[in-house]
């Protein structure tokens, strides 16, 4: 361990850190935001989860976010996070995630640093292959793990009726340039095969996309056996903007498929759900000039390109050597069908040594990932030898090792997947920390090592624990998003239905069996602060404003025997918590965010009586007078 680690990794008190680090909490559906080099958590962003300590997925308003074709679903392993990009380069706009489990992707703001958009990706089974998008986000790509049916009461076959029945879908799902929105353009549907991961190509390969798969033998039991039997899997290489030009020109069928899109509206405050019913589907077996096959040793994992766009690096998981393809080669191979066969009826396999640049002999056992720095350097994870492997691209020569704690699934580098990698520093998101922290139980927390990449050797600075399991993870400079952060909503754009702008508007109002009430929050009280006249058998919405002008100055709201969390209610935002009373009694709530010298004050009292009874519906703050009628 290098002896000023200690000074490289130290961010001053009120000093700020030089990247933002946006890290997949995978098992956990959450995003965490790290500052490097400090390795210092500011924040976690509940992607495919709900999160008490914001409400989210509790609250009326967020709970459509988490709705599905299956109805709503509170989690997700979210195992992958990349950046928009402009040019080959993060813009800083927003965060792409994918879901593993119930197919979905995700859209997370960077002003808000909340999760803005959700769309679920139909003929999906395990949405692994995701969100991989292109040099300027036309599109996310999201690909099947699992090879399905398609959607549909056709998918009700015999398992081993696999090589006939099972496929693969491709979906382009294009994004607004201004506002991000999702939209699922189109898919490409494959033989039944496994997709792992993706690169699109960049620069001189962009229009091209790159897929590892795995189960080229078409398994559908024991994968760990049946599907590594073949010497090679392959990398598929598609032709994504001739795909794009076959959709625009009206080719593809429409299927009728269901699935939901999420979207959350910054001025009402509140997510709507949808349920979409088609999507245009492209078969790979329709067109000649789409798809090619690249052999690629051992059930390959990651397919990464370079910075200039030229090589693609396969990791094989069971491989001793990792081969790298040359773009130009594989488009010669291509031009001149230099094919060794062709497979799945009718895609071409193009010859390994047609598409080669070589191999790096002897890098290091089970790679997994690669990414590069701004010298012509590849850096690959090990998962087996548990290690972090530095090697120069052209000359396919080790140029260091450096051991991991352990056990290194994915590893970035500060822009290592765009066109201009920063190169300064390496994170390696470890899957094992046995003896590394202090013991927590039998569970003990992934983590993430922190390597300076600035010399001919790579340094180990720093270990820091993580949220959930570690998978991908982006790193962007400070300077390009700190400003954009919101600091308020403004009250006056706020639209929600239910908004008390102020505390004349407080109130609260009896419909049937519901009582709404308009609920302000300023330091340091509620309005209205006592309600009488709730009764047994209601449902209490509290939509809870807060009016609040001020960076930094949330507050909660709480109240005994609720069914669901607080609220944590941004300056000049709208919540809404529901409380369905299940006893008589005087009810205390409080604000749960510690806002003020006088936060603990910030209190009241809600009655509620028998139903039926006569005591009337009233609201006061500041008065001590009974309810009227008593
Ligand atoms: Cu290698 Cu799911 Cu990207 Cu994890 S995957 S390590
Ligand atoms: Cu408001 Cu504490």
């Known amino acids: 361990m290098a002896g000023n680690a200690a000074q490289r990794t130290y961010v001053p008190p009120g000093q ?17 935001v790290y500052g490097l080099p400090s390795g210092r958590l500011f924040r976690v962003i509940p992607v495919f989860s709900v999160d008490p300590e914001k409400g989210w997925g509790f609250s009326e308003e967020t709970k459509p976010m988490l709705e599905t074709s299956h109805g709503f679903i509170p989690w997700d392993d979210l195992h992958h996070i990349e950046a928009s990009f402009t040019d080959g380069m993060a813009d800083g706009k927003w965060m792409f995630a994918n879901s593993n489990n119930t197919p979905r992707l995700a859209r997370i703001d960077l002003t808000t640093y909340r999760t803005a958009e959700i769309i679920e990706i139909p003929n999906t089974g395990g949405n692994h292959c995701s969100p991989f998008t292109t040099e300027n986000s036309e599109y996310v790509i999201a690909a099947t793990r699992f090879s399905v049916p398609p959607d549909g009461p056709g998918g009700d076959v015999p398992i081993s009726s696999y090589k006939e029945n099972f496929k693969g879908h491709i979906s382009f799902v294009s994004v607004d340039k201004e506002t991000g929105e999702f939209d699922i353009a189109f898919q490409l549907k494959t033989p039944g095969l496994n997709f792992d991961l993706s690169s699109a190509g960049k620069g001189k390969s962009n229009g091209w996309l790159f897929l590892s798969c795995y189960n080229s033998e078409q398994a559908h039991t024991l994968l760990e056996v049946s599907a590594s039997q073949n010497d090679k899997d392959f990398i598929l290489a598609i032709n994504w903007k001739k795909a794009e030009e076959y959709f625009k020109a009206g080719k593809g069928t429409k299927q009728a498929v269901r699935y939901a899109h999420n979207k959350y509206n910054e001025e009402t405050h509140s997510a709507t759900s949808e349920i979409k019913t088609d999507v245009t589907v492209l078969d790979l077996a329709d067109f000649e000039d789409l798809a090619y096959l690249i052999p690629c040793p051992k059930s390959p994992h990651g397919t990464d390109v ?4 030229e090589y693609i690096i396969g990791s094989g998981k069971l491989a001793a050597l990792i081969p790298v393809f040359s773009f130009d080669k594989l488009q010669n191979a291509i031009a001149n069908k230099d094919f060794e066969a062709e497979l799945y009826s009718g895609i071409p396999v193009v010859k390994y040594e047609s598409a080669l640049y070589g191999e790096v002999e002897k890098p290091g056992l089970g790679p997994l990932h690669t990414e590069f720095d701004d010298k012509g350097n590849a850096y690959t994870s090990f998962f087996v030898s548990s290690e972090v492997v530095k090697w120069n691209i052209e000359k396919l020569e080790v140029i260091d090792r450096q051991p991991t704690y352990y056990s290194v699934g994915h590893l970035m580098v500060a822009g290592g997947n765009t066109k201009k990698p920063f190169g300064k520093y390496l994170v390696a998101y470890n899957k094992i920390t046995k003896d590394r922290f202090l013991p927590t139980g039998p569970e003990l927390c992934h983590a993430a090592q922190l390597f300076d990449i600035s010399g001919e050797k790579m ?12 998978h991908y993870a982006q790193a962007v400079p400070a300077d390009l998003i700190k400003d954009r952060s919101l600091k308020i909503y403004d009250i ?7 908004i008390a702008k102020g505390e004349s508007e407080a109130r609260v109002e009896r419909n049937g069996n519901t009582v709404h009430v308009y609920l302000t929050t300023i330091r340091s009280h509620f309005t209205p602060d006592n309600i009488e006249g709730i009764q047994l058998g209601d449902e209490v919405l509290f939509h809870v404003t807060n009016i609040e002008q001020d960076w930094d100055m949330p507050h909660g709201f709480a109240i005994k025997g609720a069914g669901n969390s607080e609220l944590l209610v941004m300056p000049g935002e709208t919540q809404t918590l529901k409380w369905i009373p299940d006893r008589m009694g005087i009810f205390p709530m409080y604000c749960t965010d510690f806002c003020s010298a006088l936060h603990q004050e910030m209190s009241g009292y809600v ?10 519906l009233t609201f006061s703050t500041g008065t001590s007078q009974a309810a009227a009628g008593e």
């Open 492 to 498: 006056n754009a706020n639209s929600h239905p239910y």
């Open 607 to 616: 009655r509620v009586s028998a139903k039926g009874s006569n005591v009337p």
């Open 16 to 32: 700020y850190d030089e990247f933002y680090n946006f890290v997949s909490g995978g098992f956990s559906g959450q995003m965490s």
């Open 306 to 309: 370079n910075p200039t766009g």
């Open 459 to 470: 340094e180990l600075l720093l270990d820091f624990p993580t949220i959930g399991e570690p």
